[in-house]
């Protein structure tokens, strides 16, 4: 099968299209036809080995996180899922890519693709949509009803799906974007749109109960500074802290972490103190529960799907030119072979 993997860290050269064996399912595990893949800025951090400190990867390293298609196969033991079924998934940060013609997963990583929307584009729901979710939710920032939130990089994947759940959750939304970024947020219930090439957020009159970061930040005061007392910022793109550590990352790994997180988010941990708010840095987890729930948003017509471009298998080099640009509005997508 074709995949687009890599052998070493580095740059977007370092990738290419290889011929590996095709995956064989096992007792729980689905063969998943991949239809598409979404792209996201992990990809490039875990291709550049910015995460290797945490996630060190087996190489040849097929890229990508995840994924639409259809199951082809199921293991002996499965009972969720029938040949036919289409379906998306994240997989976990310990296991191959999904940038493949055939992944095989555990099918408890797995849910049913919302049927309201093209297979394609289905895509571009598993990880922004998580990750949003997750981030919003109890243990994180618990956004409730009538809270003031601010999201910083409003109209990125995550960013544009985080802005829908908590309008969903009663919260009034204000979202950072550029001037070309400005509709997106606002078609996605943005009450408010800062653009953050004119103007700070510590411009906004009232302050805020909770932030999410979705740009990277270290001693960015002016974030802290418009957040209200007793607030709270949680961040997928900043510095990392002791409590942000995966649980899987265990032993001797996690014990020699701890300090380098410690180190990395301390300004930005004394910038909250200041402000009298907290910080804290969160990975996202794999959740097929949580996924079939945002899918069924999707289904209800609750939560939309915004898409910057899709790509073909034999162009995505360019697919992650537009990924890094940074400049994309909405999920880039990889479309696989038919």
Do not use: W
Request: hydrophobic share 45%; glycine share 10%; aromatic share 4%.
């Amino acid at each position: 099968m074709k995949a687009i993997a890599y052998s070493t860290y580095g740059g977007p050269d370092v990738m290419e299209v290889l011929e590996l064996p095709e995956p064989i399912p096992t007792h729980h595990q689905v063969l998943i036809k991949v239809v598409a893949v979404g792209l996201n800025p992990v990809d490039a951090m875990q291709r550049q080995g910015r995460m290797k400190m945490l996630h060190p990867l087996r190489f040849p390293q097929i890229a990508g996180n995840e994924l639409s298609g259809v199951v082809v196969g199921v293991g002996r033991d499965v009972s969720r899922f029938v040949v036919g079924d289409a379906v998306v998934a994240h997989v976990q940060n310990h296991v191959s890519g999904t940038l493949a013609e055939l992944v095989v997963l555990e099918q408890d990583l797995v849910a049913m693709a919302p049927r309201s929307v093209a297979v394609v584009n289905a895509a571009a729901l598993p990880l922004a949509g998580l990750a949003a979710q997750q981030a919003l939710g109890p243990g994180h920032l618990d956004v409730q009803e009538g809270e003031r939130l601010l999201v910083t990089g409003g109209a990125g994947g995550v960013g544009l799906l985080a802005i829908q759940l908590a309008k969903l959750a009663g919260a009034h939304v204000s979202a950072t974007a550029s001037a070309q970024g400005r509709q997106l947020v606002e078609q996605a219930g943005a009450d408010l749109s800062i653009n953050y090439r004119e103007h700070n957020s510590s411009d906004v009159a009232e302050l805020f109960d909770k932030v999410l970061d979705l740009v990277g930040l270290e001693t960015d005061r002016d974030v802290f500074s418009c957040v209200r007392p007793g607030g709270k910022v949680v961040s997928l793109s900043g510095p990392l802290t002791p409590a942000g550590i995966p649980e899987e990352v265990a032993g001797l790994r996690r014990v020699l972490i701890r300090p380098v997180a410690a180190a990395m988010s301390r300004k930005a941990k004394k910038a909250a103190r200041a402000a009298g708010a907290t910080y804290d840095f969160f990975f996202m987890e794999s959740d097929a529960s949580g996924l079939a729930e945002l899918g069924g948003l999707v289904e209800a017509g609750k939560l939309k799907l915004s898409i910057d471009s899709t790509y073909l298998l034999e162009d995505f080099a360019s697919a992650f030119e537009r990924l890094e640009s940074r400049r994309a509005k909405g999920k880039v997508i990889i479309v696989m072979p038919a």
